[in-house]
Every structure is written in C-alpha cells, then in structure tokens.
C-alpha cells in the first residue's frame, strides 16, 4: 500500500516522515516534529506546551514560545497556502471540511474535532483549517483507493488508533490497540489492514510472556490467513507473517515472508524494522545492520526502528555503536525498556557497570512486570554483581509459573547471569518444551556464550536448527 501523495509540487511521505517539495526534503526536525505530533494527535486537541515538551527536553534552555513560534512559521512556509482548497464549515460541534488535493481525480470528505486555538493562531490561520492540514496529513492520502481504505469511516479510524497504539509497545497500549483492531475488524471484516495488527498483538504478547505461545501464535496464524486471503499483496500482513514463522522456528518461511514484504513496499519502514531480527539469528549481522539503518532512515522517530537498530548492534557485538544509538533512541523514544535493557547490555560488555546498572533498572521500571523484561533485568543483575536482586527476580518468576503462565526463557537468563549454568541449562530445556519464540536467540545472545561450548546447549541449537 501507498503511504505517499503528491499535491502541486509536494509529496508527503508518510512512513518516511518526509514532506518533500521538487524531491527535496523541505523540514527541519523541529518543524516536523510539530507535523509528527499534529498527525499523530489528528481530531484531539494539541497545545503549545504539549508541542513545547515534545521538542525540547526539560533542562533544555531555551525561549520555548519563539522556538515553537519559529519552528511552526518553518512549517506554513513549507506547506504554503496551496494545500487546501474548498470549503470549510462547522455543523453542530464537529467540523466538515471538503479537501481537494491537485492530482487526485475527485475530492472527499474528512471529519475532524477542533484543535486548539492557539495553534490556529500559531499558523495564522483558522483553527479549522489547521485541523485540516492535520487530517489531510494523517490518512494515507494516496490509499483514497477502494483497496487500502474502507468504506466504512469509522472502521477506518478504528484502525488508525489501533496502528498508532501498537507501535508504543507498552502493555497498555498494546492492549487498547486490540480492542480498537478488533472494533474495525467488526464494523468491515473485508477491509484487510487491521489484521496485521490484531495479529501483532498476538506475536508481541507471546514475545513478551504475557501469553502462552501455544494458544497466541495460532490466534495470530488464524488472523493473518484471514488478512491475506482479502489482500495478498499487502506488506504489512507479509512482514507480521514474517515474525510469526520466526516466532514458530520456521526460519526459511519468515525470510520468504520478510522478503515478500519489502518487495511490496520498499520505502515502508515496518518491513526493514522486523527483517533485522531474523537476520541477527541467522548470523547475517551485516544485513541486519543494514535493514536495520534503513528502518530507522525511512521512519527516524519510530521507538521500534531505533530499538532494533540497537538490537542488531548489540547482537552483531558492536558494543560502542549500540551505546551510541542506544542513547539517541531513549532520547527520541524514552518510554521503551527494552532499549534501555539493550544499552546496559551494552554499557556491561564495555565494562561499564555503574551505568549498565542505573539503565537496568530505568528499564524494570518501564518494563511493567512482563516477563521478557524481568529476565533482562534479571540476567543484567546477575552479571553485574547484584546477586540479592537476581535472586528475587528468580523467586517472582518461578512463583508466578506456579500460579498460572509464565514463560521459562527469562528465568534461565537470570540463572545464566548469576553463573549457574547448570540452571540455566535445565529451563532452556523447558523453553524448548514450551516452544518459547525468543528461543530463537540462542546463535544472537551474547550471553549464552558462558554456555556455548555445552553439549546441552549444542543440542537445544540442532532442535532449533540454528548454527551454533
């Protein structure tokens, strides 16, 4: 599908997060940070300070009201008066607005909720068309076709959220995000997008122990035979896949899948971001690296495009660069433990324990209890001398397997940490048993190197037929 329309002399690039005049990049970074955020907010109201926040950090110093005043004129001066043409007018307490975009055969019509009148007085135009720019910017303007967008509007927004919601990663999130796939699945079960994302809820909590991976990874399985049986082009659905068939050790099948969807949409940033992970497995860390960097050229301020680009770091024993963009990921995507568990597996193999340990426990505090999460805290603890903790880590995570679900995997990486191979070994067998997906790690994770040489762990990798 299409993220991209051209109007006039413009092109916006939606999942490259570009607006682009003549080809040329036309924005600044705080100029299209403020576009960022009135895309990602469309029809909700965004404020000055919201803007001001999101720009700078706060022990920046600076004079936030001519900054953001300086940085949204950049943006009217790139846009132009040429965007919108039509008629704008209010009904009730909802705006209509009729957008005709040069280059599109017919208008249509878009629905948005009145922003904030001081960003209206910051463009200098009416707050309605402000939200229009808004709105115009945040549909994928040229999947006006019958094939990416549905006919039914509201469907459509269902999923937008669930889209936008997903990507933060966060437990709740994550959760919000599938109730709103689901919703637009119901009100138009023909429209093919919103599986990809119910499915994803699936992979992610399967990843993330908060599900058993026998009764999620056929959910997601169902869910995108479902989606691809309405469009088999769509990339998307073709990279989701991807992760599934890697998930389920089906390694060939996932890179037929990854590769499928970056044929079909090569400027997408969600094919380059999911490809590196298989690629770290697999032991190709150049490629890795290198899907990786574009994920994060195409869609620079996404959390999931600069944490993977840690990971892949981080696995291909880069340690120096992992740190170096580690540290730009927390700086543009603070609220993701799992970067920040990256960079103190990073900081750690540098030797670096102090810092390794405060961006350990920065993560926990993210990280929501999850048990992925737990076991990197966990692992980091052992590794770096903080035996009391690691212990506690292994108690919480064998007590919750005998109240319900758990996952094996983390406690094993707690064991790993603290040296206690033997331990280590036995819940990487149950892992096995239970078909963990991050299982699949075993060739990429640094750690397991204290066990490498290990018949026991040589035999867990021919099961997975990975390469030791």
């Avoid at 590794?383 to 903790?389: D, K, N, T």
């Amino acid at each position: 599908m299409s993220t991209s329309v051209r109007f006039g002399a413009f092109e916006v690039d939606l999942e490259g997060r570009r607006l682009l005049k003549r080809g040329v990049p036309t924005l600044r970074e705080q100029s299209f940070q403020v576009l960022a955020a009135l895309i990602e907010r469309a029809g909700e109201i965004v404020t000055r300070e919201e803007l001001c926040r999101r720009l700078w950090p706060s022990d920046t110093f600076v004079d936030f009201e001519v900054a953001l005043n300086s940085a949204v004129s950049r943006l009217r001066d790139a846009l132009g008066d040429s965007v919108l043409e039509g008629s704008v007018w209010r009904s009730g307490d909802r705006i209509r607005i009729t957008v005709n975009l040069v280059g599109l055969k017919d208008g249509f019509n878009l629905w948005a909720q009145r922003f904030d009148n001081s960003l209206g007085d910051l463009f200098g135009i009416q707050d309605e068309v402000c939200a229009a720019v808004a709105e115009v910017l945040h549909v994928r303007l040229a999947a006006a076709t019958q094939k990416s967008r549905p006919s039914n509007v509201k469907a459509y927004v269902q999923y937008l959220k669930g889209a936008h919601l997903l990507k933060k990663r966060r437990p709740d999130d994550v959760r919000s995000a599938f109730e709103y796939l689901q919703e637009a699945i119901r009100l138009e079960p023909g429209y093919a997008e919103p599986y990809y994302g119910a499915a994803m809820y699936y992979n992610v909590s399967a990843a993330f122990g908060a599900l058993p991976p026998c009764t999620a990874l056929p959910e997601a399985e169902q869910l995108l035979s479902k989606g691809l049986a309405l469009d088999e082009n769509s990339a998307m659905l073709h990279s989701t896949l991807g992760m599934l068939r890697m998930y389920q050790w089906r390694w060939a099948e996932s890179e037929q899948a990854h590769k499928r969807a970056i044929s079909l949409e090569p400027t997408n940033a969600f094919p380059h971001m999911a490809y590196p992970i298989l690629c770290s497995l697999i032991g190709r860390h150049d490629e890795a690296l290198s899907h990786a960097g574009k994920a994060v050229e195409l869609d620079p301020l996404d959390l999931m495009t600069n944490f993977r680009f840690v990971q892949a770091n981080y696995y291909a024993r880069r340690y120096d660069e992992a740190v170096r963009t580690g540290r730009i990921a927390i700086e543009l995507t603070p609220d993701s433990p799992y970067t920040y568990f990256y960079l103190a597996l990073s900081l750690a193999a540098l030797g670096s324990k102090e810092e390794a340990w405060e961006s350990a426990n920065l993560g926990k505090r993210l990280n929501d209890r999850l048990p992925l999460g737990e076991g990197y805290f966990g692992y980091l603890a052992g590794v770096l001398g903080h035996v009391v903790e690691a212990r506690s880590v292994v108690t919480e995570l064998e007590t919750r397997r005998e109240q319900g679900y758990s996952p094996a995997l983390p406690i094993a990486w707690t064991y790993l940490g603290l040296g206690e191979t033997t331990s280590a070994l036995e819940w990487l067998e149950t892992a096995l048993a239970e078909r963990e997906p991050y299982l699949g790690s075993l060739t990429a994770f640094p750690g397991y190197d204290a066990i490498r040489d290990q018949a026991g762990f040589m035999r867990l990798a021919r099961e997975l037929k990975l390469s030791t």
